[in-house]
C-alpha cells in the first residue's frame, strides 16, 4: 500500500477525514406551488425567456407555476426594434405556453425609461408626437393581447428613491400625466386586463412606497383605471423589510389589489448552507406577507432557476438569487415558498430528500510538511446530474495550487470547483473523482463541502 508523509495508510487517513454532505435532489414538493397556492386563493408566477421553454426547464415552468411574465420579450426594444417593424415571436410563444399550460401572464411593461428602442430615444419629438408614439405602442399592444393578459404593468419604475418623479423620456416630454394617460390608453385597448405600477424599493414604507401611495390614491380619486399596484422585490440576503406586510395591507385598503412581481434575494457566492437556509427564511416570509393579505394576488419570481436570472451580471460576485439552482435543483428558498403557501415542505436544507441524492466526499489523500494532495468525489443515487460545483471555505489559510478533472478558483478562503467539459455528467448509481494539490501551514483541517 502506498504510505504517506504522516505514515498512515491510504486507506486510514481516507476514511478519517472523509466527509459526506446531502445536497437536495431532483425533488420538488410533492404539492406543486401552483396548486399550493390556489389552495390559498393566490397565484403564484415566474418570469421567463420563451427559447427556454422546452425540457426540464419547460416542465418546471408548466408544473410548478399558474402565472408567466416575459422577462424582456414585451419590452418596446424587444417589440418593435425599428420604428413600424415588429416582432412578436418571444412574445407570442410565451402567451402560447401560458395558454396551453393554464396560466396567467402579466404583461411586461408599456412605459419605462429603459429598454425602449434607440430609434425612439434617439429621436426629436415634440410634447404631441411623444403622446402621440406613447398611444399607439400602448394600443397595439395591449390590443394584440388582449382578453390574453391577465394583468399589465403598464407604468414600470416612475420614482426616484426620494419619491419625486424619475426623469425619463416619459416624464421629461410629457409631465407626470403620462401615467394617467398610458393608463387610460391600455384600459381602453383591453378593458378587462388589471393595470398595474410596479416598482422597486417600494416594498416597506418608505418615502418611495409613500409616493406610489399618494399616487395610486390621488388616480383613485380622479377616476383613472388603476387595479394595482407591483413590488418587485429584488432583495438582498437578510433584508427583507419589516414592514412589507402593513405596506401590502396599506395599498389593499386603497381599494387595489398587490402582487410581488420580480422576487428575488441575492447572495454573496460562493453561497453556503448558513445563507440558502436564511434565503430559504426571506422567500418564506415574503411568500406569507403576500398570504396574510386577501387582495395580494400573486407572488412572482424574476427567473426561478439560478440559470436564468439578471444577478450575476448586474452584480458581480452575488447570485444564486431564485428558488432552484442552475441544475434546476429545488433549492432551501423553493420549500419556503410551498410553506408559506401551506405546504409541508421538506427540504429544509438539512434534511436530505427522500427520493435520492447526490453527495460531495473530500479527502486527503497524502499530506507533506507544506502541502497535501487532495480529492472531492460526487456520488449520486436515485438521482443524476448534468453538471456540479462543489464549494468549500478553508479555515487554516490553505490554498489550492492546482487541480485536475475540475476548474477551481479560489478568492480568499472560498473555493469553488466545477465540473470539466468531460466529466459534468454522474449518472445515477455512479460518481466522478476530481483532485488537487494544495498548501498550508501549521493544520490543513478538512473543510464542509456542499454541493451546488
Ligand atoms: O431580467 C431582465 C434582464 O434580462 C434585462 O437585462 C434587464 C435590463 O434592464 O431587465 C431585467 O428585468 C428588469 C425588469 O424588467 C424591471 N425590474 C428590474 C428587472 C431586473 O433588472
Sequence with gaps: MRSLGLGLPLASLLTGVALLFTAPAAHAADTPLRDLAAA????????????????????????????????????????????????????????????????????????????????LTNGSWTSAQLGSLLQNHISTEVGRYKGKITAWDVVNEPFNEDGSYRSSIWYNGLGSGYIASALTWAHAADPDAKLYINDYNVEGVNAKSDALYNLVKSLKAQGVPIDGVGLQAHLILGQVPSTLQQNIQRFADLGVDVAIT?????????????????????????????????????????????????????????????PYDENYQPKPAYYGIAEALGGSGSGGGTTPPPSGACTAAYGVSSQWDTGFTGQVTISCSGVSLASWKVNWTFGAGQRITQAWNATCTQSGTAVSCANAS???????????????????????????????
Excluded at 410563444?93 to 395558454?99: D, P, T
Aim: net charge negative.
Design 422 to 452: 468531460y466529466n459534468g455528467a454522474v449518472p445515477d448509481g455512479g460518481s466522478v473523482t476530481f483532485g488537487f494539490n494544495g498548501s498550508f501551514s501549521g493544520s490543513n483541517p478538512v473543510p464542509t463541502v456542499t454541493l451546488g
Design 262 to 322: 420580480e422576487l428575488d434575494v441575492r447572495v454573496q457566492l460562493p453561497a453556503d448552507a448558513t445563507e440558502l437556509a436564511q434565503q430559504k427564511s426571506d422567500f418564506k416570509s415574503v411568500v406569507a406577507a403576500c398570504a396574510a393579505v386577501t387582495r395580494c394576488v400573486n407572488v412572482t419570481v424574476w427567473g426561478f432557476t439560478d440559470a436564468d436570472s439578471w444577478v450575476p451580471s448586474t452584480f458581480p460576485g452575488y447570485g444564486a438569487a431564485t
Design 40 to 119: 390559498q386563493g393566490k397565484v403564484v408566477g415566474t418570469a421567463v425567456t420563451g427559447s427556454k421553454l422546452t425540457g426540464t426547464y419547460g416542465d418546471i415552468t408548466g408544473a410548478q407555476f399558474s402565472s408567466l411574465t416575459p422577462g424582456n420579450a414585451m419590452k418596446w426594444e424587444s417589440v418593435e426594434p425599428t420604428r413600424g417593424t415588429f416582432n412578436w415571436t418571444e412574445a407570442d410563444q410565451i402567451v402560447a405556453f401560458a395558454q396551453a399550460h393554464h396560466q396567467q401572464v402579466r404583461g411586461h411593461t408599456l412605459v419605462w425609461h429603459s429598454q425602449n428602442p434607440s430609434w
